[in-house]
């Protein structure tokens, strides 16, 4: 019998039809193998995370590499791809993030309880603003980064007094963040570059305004997604006392790959939406051209033509299907498979294992866990830690 190891949510059941097509003509996509083919379709573009926002800017502004698809997409990918190099990640973000999380675990020490998501958070805005080059940054990111990222999103709009005050609020929130972080960064960057994405897009001759769009993006990407994610690994290391005793007492590759497994049943972004510019084949069935597409990724991962038997348990290491990732679609798959994934592994095990490594460490309160409709993820908050005196 399956031992079901998720504990951020149980989604819907499913009949076991890979691809399904809705009543309101959204297809959606359920089976690994189908979810791949797709999402590596030359034939599709983003959908969802605010595109259609964005595709209301002026056409000289160019758009943050998200929220960009076909051969300029993949040639601002191809000229970033030196920022995750498996060398780069383990020669220089490895010292960053061992530099912060021993600071924030100084923190921890010090005041003998902490809320995980705070000194998770702090990890990830250091680790990314280091890859990003926002290193000139005044005082008080992280108040500003969750002013711009709050708990819960409104609907920016000009008719109503709700979608007001959300057009307003995010506007002041874009101009703290391009006065306070990127401009300096911008400046120091046209003075003496760096090896850094800033550098890069100065040399492109971006402006400073295209270049705050691609900062928030990196920066959604690589903190948002993994403070969730370093929770989400600690709740399950502090519930199961064999777990967290075989992760402590692993090498480095035995430890990824438990992180790995825990990604596969947590993924933190659950909900990929593609738009099809053509008809688009995939193994049993075709979307045709000008439909919206939804990739349910928890189903995808735990799809047992992919990852075997037992789907929904945790096996690190387990048998996989060929081609398939250990951790499957939870970095997504394709042209808009996230780069930082690598980095993003990285430093939550650098951290965890410190964590763990203190004397007396436990957990004294569970998290709470709030659903993210629009990315079908998830915020684990108030997750607490104490060490010994």
């Known amino acids: 019998m399956d031992d079901d190891r998720r504990m951020t949510r149980r989604p819907e059941d499913w009949d076991g039809c890979p691809v399904t097509r809705g009543p309101d003509g959204v297809w959606h996509v359920r089976g690994l193998p189908e979810a791949r083919a797709l999402l590596r379709s030359g034939d599709t573009v983003q959908a969802g995370l605010g595109v259609e926002t964005v595709e209301m800017l002026p ?17 601002q990918r191809r000229q970033t791809a030196r920022y995750f190099t498996p060398r780069r990640v383990d020669g220089q973000y490895r010292d960053v993030a061992t ?9 921890l020490r010090a005041s003998g309880s902490a809320d995980l998501s705070e000194l998770a ?26 002013s711009f990222f709050p708990e819960r999103f409104g609907t920016p709009g000009l008719t109503t007094p709700r979608g007001l005050y959300w057009t307003v609020r995010q506007g002041v929130n874009w101009l703290r963040i391009y006065v306070s972080d990127v401009r300096p960064a911008v400046r120091a960057r046209r003075r003496a570059g760096a090896d850094d994405l800033i550098t890069h897009l100065v040399g492109q001759g971006r402006t400073t305004a295209e270049i705050l769009g691609e900062c928030l993006t990196f920066a959604a990407a690589g903190m948002i997604t993994t403070r969730e994610f370093v929770n989400a690994a600690a709740w399950h290391l502090f519930s199961d006392d064999a777990l967290r005793a075989r992760y402590r007492a692993a090498d480095e590759p035995e430890r990824l790959a438990l992180l790995h497994e825990i990604l596969r049943l947590e993924p933190v972004v659950n909900l990929l939406r593609r738009r099809t510019t053509a008809p688009v084949a995939l193994p049993g069935a075709t979307v045709p051209a000008g439909a919206v597409v939804e990739v349910h990724v928890d189903h995808a991962n735990t799809d047992p033509r992919a990852v075997g038997d037992a789907p929904t348990g945790l096996c690190p290491a387990r048998p996989l299907a060929h081609g398939a990732e250990p951790y499957a679609l939870s970095f997504g798959d394709g042209a808009h498979k996230c780069p930082g994934a690598p980095i993003a592994i990285l430093e939550t095990d650098v951290f965890l294992t410190r964590l763990l490594a203190l004397p007396g460490v436990r957990m004294t309160s569970p998290p709470t866990v709030r659903p993210l409709d629009a990315i079908g993820g998830y915020e684990l908050r108030g997750l607490t830690v104490a060490v010994a005196p």
């Open 99 to 107: 530099r912060v999380a021993d600071a924030q675990l100084a923190k």
């Open 121 to 146: 958070f702090h990890l990830s805005i250091g680790v990314t603003c280091a890859v990003i080059g926002l290193t000139h940054s005044r005082p008080g990111i992280r108040r500003r980064l969750e």
């Open 59 to 75: 056409k000289r502004v160019r758009r943050p590499v998200l929220y960009r698809d076909g051969p300029e997409h993949r040639e």
